[in-house]
């Protein structure tokens, strides 16, 4: 293909149509660009700003005026410093469960019948295409102290009482694995697509055994999928908001619900977009370490 | 096993919402339609479910066209440039959806426009472009550009070439591009929430708020629509892009 496209342009660029497709290639771009320098660049410069004002007593924005009273108002908050520290233990905490258990659920997919893999991929899909109000709302009707697990271990005399899943980090992790497990499963799904299967038969032939050709055939095909649903559950449970607060309790406060605390309760606009932009930059430096990483190991690029 | 975990709860709001009692329990003590009725006659539900609507069907205009026009553009740039627009593309995806949601609040807050149907529009097109993008990219991918050529040698102008070449060939990506779009603004929820208002709120938004106050039980009924919703248009698209395909490129 690259070869077709450089004798098309070499054509091209003997006559006027070089400037043409220029132009033509700047006028495909400029909705896109356009839009995202509206909705996205200029906003987030904004917010740097908005971070970066005076704090106020009556609340909201002190135009015009330019501290870091935000950033140290981080720093002093022994609250925010707490919060951060869990938050990254959490997104930790959760990327590898999710990595963990959406590999093996991809693997599941990969090797079953035909059928087995259209359900759990459709399974899938509509799991990720779920809005998480209502994720979220059903996995709370499900482990909530009264909630259907509960009642079905309760009356089997499984427990005596009911387990506390929920308002709590046990619900906080339940809830989050629900919102990125979907997307770790099809990054690595579209991963072992790329593999021959025959390769796990020829393994077997020659006397592995299936834990040892998943192992050592899978496993490496997979890395760079799983690295790339590692990073999505990273960047999402970092800046996880609706699952904290739907099961998780007070003591499970992570940034984004701080973030949101501040502004729509305290209205204290400097530190809210402080540490929104922190948050930000956090993730997207994991991000780039991750991919980095990704790269020289030779995986697969993009989302 | 995780199939059950990922997909139960779900099913037990399904059938929550045909319950006759107002507490969620499982089994339901009586089967009844109560709540549809309920819902249906709710004006805050179908002010709601009008507003999804609308943002979906902005985002899916803006997404798709955005989104289909770069990813033709694309192919005419060196690789540097390339490789810069698809991190400005798709970076909006890995930023926490607070935090884009708090900064077009303050930003669209500005010129007033915080809870306008294109505050919502324009958060939703932030995650359902670069979507689009890259599908529409993957089908371009799969197409022949010498085809476009001879269309071209052959005296067809650029948009005529587009409509009457390039498009029949990607269109099972156009169309999986423009699902995709609907489907993410249907369900998107944490942006919303900032940057919507009473009166532009959308079914999400709506269904946390009640969430908040108490258990209600639309919310089991509207979950259980929204879920249909979003299984009609996924199998839509499995039907006409393949379900693989359509797994494999979002």
Redesign the interface.
Known sequence: ?SG??AA?SERRSLGLLSVD??T??????????L??L???????G??VR?SLTERSTGGALVRGTWSVEGYRFLLDSSVVVGVFGFTMAFAVGTTLLAVA?GS??AY?AWRGSRLTR??????????M???????L???L??FSPEG?LN?VLLAGGLVGEPLSLVNNEVGLVLGQL?VV??YVV?SV??TL?ALDDSLVEAAADLGATPVRAAREVVLPHALPGMAVGGV?AF??S??A??API?LGSLGERTV?VE??NL?QQQFD?PP??AL??V??LV??VV?AVGLYGLRRYGGAD?? | M??AF?????A??AV?SFSTTGA?A?PPPGLSTRWYEALLASARWQRAALNSLIAAGGTTL?AT???T??A??????DDRREAV??G?????????????G???L???G?FGLQQTYLAVV??H??WA??LA??VVRASL?RFD??LR?AALDLGAS?PRAFVEVVAPNVRSGLFAAALIAF?VS?????MTLFVSGPDTRT???L??NS?RGSVDPI??V??TL??VT??L??AVG?VVAG??R???D?
Request: proline share 5%; net charge negative.
């Open positions: 293909m077709v496209d098309g497709e220029t033509r290639t700047r006028l495909l771009l400029a909705p896109l660009l839009f995202d509206l909705v996205f660049v200029v906003p987030m904004y917010l908005v258990v093996l659920y599941a259209t359900v759990l991929l459709a399974g899938v899909v509509m799991s295409f779920t809005t998480l109000v209502v994720k709302f059903a996995a009707v499900v259907v009642d629900y497990v979907p099809l799904y579209s697509t999505i960047a999402w970092a800046g908001f609706t739907l984004a973030v949101n502004l606009y809210a977009a929104a932009v948050l930000t993730v997207l991000l993009g989302v | 995780l199939f990922l997909l139960a709860p779900i037990v709001v929550t969620v499982v803006l066209v955005a989104g026009a770069a033709l553009a694309v192919n005419g740039l627009v698809l400005l593309t798709v970076l909006p995806l890995l930023v926490p959806g607070v935090v884009l708090v900064s077009l303050v930003f669209l500005e324009a958060a097109s932030l472009t670069p993008f890259s991918s550009p010498r050529e650029r489907v249907l369900q998107e929820f944490v079914v999400p938004v269904a946390w969430l919310v089991s509207v979950s929204l879920v979003v299984v248009v996924v499995a379900l693989e359509f797994a494999t979002t």
